[in-house]
T-cell receptor, first 118, second 111 residues
Framework: AQTVTQSQPEMSVQEAETVTLSCTYD???????LFWYKQPPSRQMILVIRQEAYKQQNATENRFSVNFQKAAKSFSLKISDSQLGDAAMYFCAYRSPIITSGTYKYIFGTGTRLKVLA | DTGVSQDPRHKITKRGQNVTFRCDPI?????LYWYRQTLGQGPEFLTY????????KSRLLSDRFSAERPKGSFSTLEIQRTEQGDSAMYLC?????????FGSGTRLTVV
């Protein structure tokens, strides 16, 4: 069974600085998808960034980028130029390809609470 | 389209009572998922619908839990004889081809 581990329960970053959130996962599959979701205090989960395992290039979305290390099974999120609005819980998630799992079920980590200091 | 709607946002109930939550997915999304999120944990999968068919249920979904999606549109999640351990945020998500849209969740408190 696949597992997702986020070892940092809480992180703090100064506004305008850069922070990296860690995520490791365990799987025997070679093809899969990885995601970072943001959950602000209003509680609605929002997709931040996704990475397909077959792509070697790290995904980037504006100030958000990932460092995907497939062999190490590591998927960290870097937030550049941190803003007060980035404060939230961040969840790392894993999904098998639907062709093998038959479902778009996600496996989530326990989350990292990010605090942004003014 | 206003996204995925969940109702109610908050529910406080006494132990032993039955509760029902509703999720209205994005209309063109044929797949609907229920997750449970307890404090300090990530969301955990409960059950999955493709159209009106319930295709997968987690072992977390005891026989006190039942979910339906009549006509493949909205879905309901019912918990019978609630227990304090059922206190959690219940999240609904819908998708067509993989990317989830989440609702804001229903926070259940069992007293």
């Amino acid at each position: 069974a696949q597992t997702v581990t986020q070892s940092q329960p809480e992180m703090s970053v100064q506004e305008a600085e850069t922070v990296t959130l860690s995520c490791t996962y365990d799987t025997s599959e070679s093809d899969y998808y990885l995601f970072w979701y943001k959950q602000p205090p209003s509680r609605q989960m929002i997709l931040v960034i996704r990475q397909e395992a077959y792509k070697q290039q790290n995904a980037t979305e504006n100030r958000f980028s990932v460092n995907f290390q497939k062999a190490a099974k590591s998927f960290s999120l870097k937030i550049s130029d941190s803003q007060l609005g980035d404060a939230a819980m961040y969840f790392c998630a894993y999904r098998s390809p639907i062709i093998t799992s038959g479902t778009y079920k996600y496996i989530f980590g326990t989350g990292t609470r990010l605090k942004v200091l003014a | 389209d206003t996204g995925v709607s969940q109702d109610p946002r908050h529910k406080i109930t006494k132990r032993g009572q039955n509760v029902t939550f509703r999720c209205d997915p994005i209309s063109e999304h044929n797949r609907l998922y229920w997750y449970r999120q307890t404090l300090g944990q990530g969301p955990e999968f409960l059950t999955y619908f493709q159209n009106e068919a319930q295709l997968e249920k987690s072992r977390l979904l005891s026989d006190r839990f039942s979910a339906e999606r009549p006509k493949g549109s909205f879905s309901t999640l019912e918990i019978q004889r609630t227990e304090q351990g059922d206190s959690a945020m219940y999240l609904c998500a819908s998708t067509r081809e993989g990317g989830y849209t989440f609702g804001s969740g229903t926070r259940l408190t069992v007293v």
